[in-house]
């Protein structure tokens, strides 16, 4: 026997009314590029969302048409966000940060319409626009008249102004797609992953949950995790959704710059990649300076080292919560959210229960698997490929015929262990872990160890062909300040690692490369140095 309860039909639309009704003057914090602050209720941002609405019915956009943002964490592009899937068309998110083919190659491979464009990336654009015939409009977000010429640009103060502020949002069905992102491609060329009404509100509503993120309506969230990068997590969803005060840091990310606007708009929860916090950590130690509304920070893209922990802890009194997750999964995964459990364990302790990436959150359900496709056990210690199922994870990559997933399980990518209380703790990407005599090297646990050792900035550890044992770890470090003891660190790892895990050897450069979403670019570094421990021996 069926339920007969009504079918859901929840859209992205209901999100924004929902907000209104019940939070009109809740705010939307956004600084603009050029550093000023704007502030608009939930009701201000509900009408010019119904007015961009407007602009794009005039533009003739229909239900799943394609319309791409290059643009930073503004209210404008959360009013694309809106609009654009509240129309029933499709926010395609791309990262300005990818290479300017790969850009193009998205651009042409979604077939997008229009193109969103804030001015830091108009130059970009205009250098690419002849090659994109299928783009008939770009809209600059920007103030009046203030656009390239050109018969293509449009302004997006300019239309939004020449329209009323009611819109009747269309009603369609809740599997409907709603936004696009493509991953970060490392491996061959990047992939869209399409969402849906149904998915994104899904995400969202286990995103806020008290033992997910916890997003209600005293928090005051910051997404510093960017817009074109999964969403920014669902967190425009997910802060509209619990009445949330929402602060949009723009394109400054830099330490001075988070710091400023999170003390002066009193931000309690923040999300980001590791990178971004090293760069506000450094600004503080720097100038002596506390944080004194954050409680906490949620840490995903790459594992979050120890020593931030410690350092968000003991300094700035603030939680390190630790999510992991994936573009093919909306992103969030799980969770490392604070139990009285955990809370109650000496500080050292709790600093490494906070290392695991938590428990999956509702709706998702994750498995470790050997090779031979065994489900292996959750002792914390046997470790395999990290899969996931659920209503907000991929099934078909945009445009692939191609299944996903062979056996209803998508395989992250990721290597894992879980223990019998479900905490997941990523061992490294399955290409990322070092193979010495048989035996398997976690690369990010040697980085993590490095990290501790006073004065070393940022760590990579890669594995290195090598003619006695298949590969053996290489470790390059950026030291906060010049020269780094590389004897003394290797002397701290011996007490941090298993003695054969020791990197063979340790080299101190001045930068190292990162993806277009923040993350080590390993590959690039294994290019760089494939012959490196040939070369030293022969
Ligand atoms: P992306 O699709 O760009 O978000 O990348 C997803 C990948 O980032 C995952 O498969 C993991 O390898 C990695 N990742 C995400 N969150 C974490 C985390 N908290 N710790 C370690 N790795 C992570």
Redesign the pocket.
Known sequence: MRGQMMPNDLLISDLLEHAVRNHAQQQIISRRLDGRIVRHSFHEFAQRCRQLAGVLQDLDVRVGDRIATLAWNTHRHLEAYYAISGIGAIVHTVNPRLFAHQIEYILQHAEDRILFVDISFIAMVEAMLPRLPRIEHVIALSDWGDKPQGERWLCYEGLLSDQPAHFAWPRFDAQTAAALCY??GTTGQPKGVLYSHSSTLLHAMAACRADAIGIGPDSVIMPVVPMF??CAWGVPYAALMAGARLILPGAALDGAALSELIQSEGCNIALGVPTVWMGLLAHLRQHGQRLTSLQRVV??????PLAMIREFDQVHAAFVM???????MS?LGSTNTPTPELLALPAEERYQRQLS?GRAVFGLHMEIFHEDGQAMPHDGQAYGHLKVRGPWVLAHYYRSDVPATQDGWFD???IASIDAQGYMR?VD?AKDLIKSGGEWISS?DLENAALGFPGVREACVIGIAHPRWEERPLMLVIAESTPLDIAGLRQYLQNQVARWWLPDSILEVSELPH?A?G?LSKLTLRAHYADYYQDLIT
Do not use: C, L, N
């Open positions: 991953t970060s990068h999964v840490i995903g893209g790459s594992a979050a630790h999510a992991w997750g994936m573009t093919e992103p990436q992250t990518g990721d990523i990407r990010i993806t979403t993350k």
